[in-house]
């Protein structure tokens, strides 16, 4: 919500809490909506949302620690070792 308003889109959340809540709705009935207040801004909301939705997520790629064990970006500490993962920077 807050890349909508950021982008000056009036907005608002219904059904947030009731995905928790036991009852006899379906699961469609209990996801979360998101209403964009103004109807002409439908359509820039929607390219927003889109572009969101499309966006590659940055790996860092594997890296080798010190010792020499090679390990996959999500670790940041070397289960050989111990030794935390160099940031550059």
Do not use: H, Y
Request: aromatic share 6%.
């Amino acid at each position: 919500m807050s890349l909508l308003e950021g982008a000056e889109i009036p907005c608002m959340v219904r059904n947030a809490d009731l995905s928790m809540a036991l009852s006899e709705l379906t699961p469609m009935e209990n996801a979360p909506e998101i209403w964009i207040l103004n109807d002409e801004d439908l359509t820039r909301a929607r390219e927003i949302v889109g572009t969101w939705r499309t966006a590659a997520v940055e790996d860092p790629g594997s890296w080798v620690c010190r010792c020499g064990e090679t390990l996959e970006s999500q670790f940041t500490s070397c289960w050989q070792c111990g030794r935390e993962r160099k940031r550059d920077g």
